[in-house]
């Protein structure tokens, strides 16, 4: 096991508190067994309790068995250890951690250790060790482990510390019985909420302790749920640090409470990098900034490596900023904005070494690096800047961005403290702009198999007119994850996608490939947009086990939006059901626009069991439906709701073209590089005269057969059809027997004349029909093998009640003597 050993044997007694509030913990036995677990190890480990709870830890650390016994006796000399070390990801990675290990002891004498682990990030940095140390032992820290009831079984040395209460006494108790007052009682009603919940919590109460007893103390817990092999919760931790005395304790246990929720939110590289520097203010700094590499947000060019022999500086573009005066944001640059890089400034330094900047005092005397930023320096002197702090966000030797971090307005100086909390949660968000990094970095590669991949043409039918757009954000190599269809069903009806998939390279593509494939495949098995969402989610899913099971190929990111509908001009009803995707825009032909309220769903394949629903409007004929990605409504500096109304307004005038209206939306800001792909697929819904479509309803006995024969032969006659009498009536034949013979109740006979002729037979049995192969001496099971050879395609669809089996024939009969019926 490869450490870095920081601490010493006081870890017992002094521990960060604060840091440990988004930790994994875990409680092992004296031989190393883990015997309860924390939520947290599922986010950051993989692992859920069942994983590791009752077996030996050695699962998550790689170690021998040597090292490992050698290892406890020296934690057990030491009363604990604190340093770096790495640990097994449950899918094999090898991840940096923070690794801090103290004894509890219970009744008996008996001995637990408690084990927390935290992300250090993948930046690889190596901090000074004396300076980590004085962070982490700046407060001494009690830990005490409750059971259900809430009542002391484990204790560590420096829980006496805070209370004055000895172990002996402690152990069996519980808090309300150590403190009897209100303050103990709402604690133990968050210790409660905690065990009911699963999750953690941090709070803060105040007290006397009889170890200074004039003065009121501020105590912040934080409270984990330790779960057994089960996932049920066995117990409580409660890490207790006082926090009186130090207001830099105070401002890292709020920041890093707020991390956890706020950092890493998202894919997009511009709203992490805003919530960084909104984290940062007034917290931290009185103004911060994240600039990025100019590979970053694009995705485009090698990364800039720290250290490269070449001397190239970073181009830098602005992606985040947060001021302490509200709407004065005090900088020459924007986000969004280029930002030059001084050769001999701090930005320059620490893009080539790597290593953060502190300039407590700030110089800005002639001669200085401020001399090569006039602009910047002009800022700095209208705004009594005296602090500055300047930090890499890196993943291993790649250089993301920098983010810097300015005091005005507060007096106090930055010191070594502060530049320990802007790197902690700087590497917080390296870890996440480098997922969103890859996830755009691939945008550029796939072009031909994109545009290979996307209808060359659309098929509408005679239900609807279709139109599309296609944009992708990178303009030159055009690769991105959206797709669109319209595709042809039964009965006259078609359906209609928009879909968007994770990233916007060739994984993302080929994903989108072997997604629109599914729908096809999904689509023709007829079922209802909600079920065939489910479907596909399981589909999504699955491709990502696939991918992470591949040998010798990088694990990549597996999710997907989608908007499913399914429109039928018989009815003029349209059924749609969404997956994490944006509402459809409804056009009537008054020109009022409407956002369905669906359904939301989640997106596909985060694998939580989504539950997908549908909603089913009625549209007028000539309606407008468009279909689209979020590229097409939420640019750079325009929020969604604000694209939404621009698109509304676009497509506000029905009586156009599609084509005229498919250009109106997506040219609304003319000159304005897409950030994000762009699809846009617009229909204009059509209905079948009811001259076109007859049907009926027959009784379930053998006189249906005869009547359906009848009735059918009658209404080719009318539609002037009767070169298809011959076929139809033999199609109609064998789908009503099958009905008679195998479901019970009416049955419903449907003739629809559109660009073919549709036979639709309606039956209560739920069960689909199957060609089967018919031996020579088999006086039945002929029937489907007919209908296969006089009909175009033929199928089957549940609906309510039943199924509906349907064949297909072209308008123009076919030529039956090849098929050995005449």
Not at 211 to 236: I, K, N, V, W, Y
Not at 341 to 365: C, M, N, Q, R, W
Not at 608 to 622: D, K, M, Q, T, Y
Request: net charge negative; aromatic share 4%.
């Amino acid at each position: 096991m490869t450490t870095t050993a920081t601490g010493t044997a006081t870890l017992g007694k002094r521990m960060n508190a604060t840091e440990m509030s988004d930790s994994v913990i875990a409680m092992l036995d004296e031989r190393g067994t883990v015997v309860a677990w924390t939520q947290a190890g599922e986010q950051l480990l993989g692992y859920f309790a069942g994983d590791v709870v009752g077996r030996s830890a050695a699962r998550v650390l790689p170690s021998s068995e040597e090292a490992t016994t050698a290892f406890v006796e020296q934690c057990r000399a030491q009363n604990g250890w604190l340093g770096t070390t790495v640990v097994r990801h449950q899918d094999g990675r090898m991840l940096d951690v923070n690794l801090r290990i103290s004894m509890l002891r219970g009744q008996g004498g008996a001995v637990r250790w408690l084990v927390s682990v935290t992300d250090i990030g993948i930046s690889g940095r190596a901090m000074d060790g004396s300076a980590r140390e004085s962070l982490l032992t700046r407060v001494p820290i009690g830990v005490a482990v409750r059971d259900l009831d809430l009542r002391c079984t484990w204790v560590n040395d420096a829980m006496e510390s805070h209370d004055g209460m000895s172990p002996d006494r402690r152990l069996g108790r519980r808090f309300t019985d150590m403190l009897p007052d209100s303050k103990a009682v709402a604690v133990e009603a968050v210790m409660r909420q905690v065990l009911r919940s699963g999750t953690t919590k941090v709070h803060q109460y105040r007290m006397w302790p009889p170890t200074s007893p004039r003065r009121e103390h501020t105590m912040a817990a934080s409270l984990f749920c330790l779960q057994g092999a089960d996932g049920q919760a066995l117990g409580l931790c409660t890490v207790v640090v006082d926090v009186t005395e130090s207001r830099q304790a105070r401002e890292r246990l709020t920041v890093l409470g707020e991390a956890s929720t706020r950092l890493g939110s998202t894919l997009d590289v511009m709203q992490t990098s805003q919530e960084l520097a909104d984290l940062a203010v007034p917290l931290l700094a009185d103004y911060a900034v994240v600039d990025l590499e100019q590979s970053v947000p694009f995705g485009q060019g090698p990364p800039f490596h720290i250290g490269a022999t070449d001397k190239r500086l970073p181009m830098l573009r602005r992606a985040g900023l947060a001021s302490f005066h509200q709407g004065d944001p005090k900088s020459p640059w924007l986000r969004g904005d280029a930002v030059p890089v001084p050769p001999t400034s701090p930005f320059a330094d620490v893009a080539s070494t790597g290593k953060s900047h502190l300039e407590p005092i700030l110089d800005t005397a002639p001669g200085t690096w401020i001399d090569q930023a006039p602009a910047l320096a002009q800022k700095f002197d209208e705004n009594g800047v005296h602090s500055l702090m300047v930090v890499p966000i890196r993943v291993r030797r790649a250089l993301l961005g920098v983010a810097m971090f300015i005091r005005s307005q507060d007096p106090m100086p930055f010191q070594e403290i502060d530049l320990l909390l802007a790197e902690e949660l700087v590497s917080r968000a390296a870890q996440s702009l480098d997922n969103a990094r890859q996830y755009a970095r691939e945008h550029t590669t796939c072009l031909a198999l994109q545009r290979n991949l996307l209808p060359q043409r659309l098929r509408g039918g005679e239900a609807v007119e279709a139109a599309s757009r296609y944009f992708p954000a990178d303009m030159d190599n055009g690769v991105g994850g959206d797709w669109f269809d319209v595709i042809p069903l039964s009965g006259a009806r078609v359906a209609l996608v928009v879909g968007d998939v994770v990233g916007h390279g060739i994984n993302a593509a080929a994903t989108m490939g072997r997604l629109r494939t599914a729908v096809h495949t999904l689509a023709d098995m007829e079922l209802p947009p909600e079920e065939l969402l489910a479907r596909l989610d399981d589909t999504v899913q699955r491709l990502a086990e696939e991918d992470a099971d591949a040998p010798h190929q990088t694990s990549t990111m597996v999710g997907a939006t989608c908007l499913y509908a399914v429109y039928d001009p018989v009815t003029r009803r349209c059924t749609m059901a969404r997956a994490g995707h944006l509402p459809p825009a409804v056009i009537d032909p008054q020109g009022r626009v409407t956002f369905p309220d669906l359904p939301t769903g989640a997106p596909l394949g985060i694998g939580l069991g989504a539950h997908f629903e549908s909603v089913e409007l009625e549209l007028p004929e000539g309606s407008l439906l468009a279909l689209y990605t979020d590229g097409l409504v939420e640019t750079r500096g325009h929020d969604i709701e604000e694209g939404m109304d621009r698109l509304a307004t676009a497509l506000a005038q029905p009586d156009r073209s599609l084509e005229e209206l498919c250009t109106r939306a997506t040219e609304s800001f003319p000159g304005q590089a897409p950030c994000d792909d762009v699809t846009l697929l617009l229909v204009r819904t059509r209905s079948l005269s009811p001259t076109r479509v007859a049907s009926w309803t027959l009784p379930s006995d053998q006189t249906a057969v005869r009547s359906a024969r009848h009735m059918a032969a009658r209404q080719l006659t009318e539609w002037g059809l009767g070169t298809l009498e011959d076929p139809t009536k033999l199609i109609v034949s064998e789908l009503v027997t099958n009905a008679v013979r195998h479901s019970t109740g009416p049955i419903g006979l449907r003739l629809i004349q559109h660009q073919v002729l549709t036979c639709e037979v309606f039956d209560t049995n739920v069960c689909a029909p199957r060609q089967r192969p018919a031996q020579t001496t088999d006086e039945n099971g002929r029937g489907l093998l007919l209908i296969s050879q006089l009909s175009r395609r033929w199928g089957t669809r549940s609906v309510s009640g039943g199924k509906v089996v349907w064949a297909e024939e072209d308008l123009a009969p076919r030529n039956l003597t090849h098929t050995g019926l005449r």
